[in-house]
Every structure is written in structure tokens, then in C-alpha cells.
């Protein structure tokens, strides 16, 4: 009897990809505590691109809510997590189409400047009591800092591309 290769099932989850989600996670709280800019978060940003890439949509918005709620953890709002988690699975879909890194920061901006941003004004409302009269209030905080990070997220990827490390790293992953 012969077995087939080919009809093995692959696992539904990765152990290395549960495990750089929650290593990138921690890096993008490391560095969004230690780096701080008022009322911005680039190194989410930064993050949320390089998971889109390495991980998918799936697991980078994991890695970008965990990031949130730990945020949230030492006195952040809500507007830790609700920034985060669209870019990274607008990102990873965009990327998971086309391959090209630049629609990566087209969808964490999308995503985080445009749809994070204006989620963020009901929930600020309700929870917190704050109310900026427009749900775009928060659009000019959160496009900016989506677009530094991402442009950073990028030139990572680019350099990690030209020295073929990239293509290691995806192909670890997937194994």
C-alpha cells in the first residue's frame, strides 16, 4: 500500500505562525512603549505591514489586536485596538492578491486612516463619553502615523528582500 505525499492535510494552524504573531505583537508594543509620539502609534503601523506579508491577514490582525489589548492594558483607549486591526487585514488581502508591497501601505492606510479612524468615534462616544462632533475627527491623527509606519514596514521589507532573507523567512513559515 502507498501512501500519498500530496493528500496529507496541511494543519489548519501553524505553530510558527501562532508563534512570530505573538513575537511581532510584543515587538510592536516594545516599541510603540518605548518610542512614543502623542496620539500616534508608526510602529504599530510598521508591524501591521511586515505581518501582512510574512503572516496573512489573519494573523497580522491577531498580532495587531494583541498588541492593542495590551496597550489598552497600561491606559490606553480603545482606539489601541480599533486603530490597528483593519490596516493589517486590508493589507494582508491586498498583498495576498497583487504580491506588491505598496498595496500593503495602501491598505494599512485605507484601513487604519480611513476605517479605524472613523470606527473609532463611536466607540470613543459610547465608552469614554467623548464626543468630537464628527465621526472623520480622528482621520488627521491616525493617517499620518499609518503611512510613516507603513513606509517603514516597506523599507524593511525591501531591504530584507534585496538580501533574499525575505524569501527564507516566507518559505520557514510555510513549512
Not at 504573531?21 to 502623542?38: H, I, K, S
Request: hydrophobic residues 55%; positive net charge; proline residues 5%.
Amino acid at each position: 500500500m502507498t501512501t500519498n505525499t500530496n493528500a496529507i492535510a496541511k494543519p489548519r494552524f501553524s505553530t510558527r505562525k501562532l508563534v512570530l504573531t505573538a513575537m511581532l505583537a510584543c515587538l510592536a508594543f516594545v516599541l510603540n512603549t518605548c518610542v512614543y509620539f502623542p496620539s500616534m502609534a508608526p510602529f504599530q503601523h510598521f508591524v501591521d505591514v511586515v505581518a501582512a506579508v510574512l503572516l496573512g491577514p489573519w494573523y497580522a490582525c491577531a498580532a495587531a489586536f494583541l498588541c492593542g489589548v495590551m496597550r489598552m492594558m497600561t491606559g490606553r483607549t480603545i482606539q489601541a485596538v480599533v486603530g490597528a486591526i483593519f490596516g493589517p487585514i486590508l493589507g494582508g488581502l491586498l498583498y495576498r492578491r497583487f504580491h506588491n508591497f505598496w498595496v500593503v501601505v495602501i491598505g494599512e492606510t485605507v484601513g487604519t486612516g480611513l476605517l479605524g479612524a472613523m470606527t473609532a468615534y463611536p466607540l470613543m462616544k459610547a465608552f469614554y463619553g467623548l464626543d468630537a462632533q464628527s465621526p472623520f475627527y480622528y482621520i488627521p491623527f491616525y493617517t499620518p502615523s499609518a503611512i510613516v509606519g507603513a513606509l517603514m514596514g516597506v523599507a524593511v521589507l525591501l531591504i530584507l528582500q534585496k538580501t533574499g532573507v525575505l524569501r527564507r523567512m516566507q518559505e520557514q513559515i510555510e513549512r
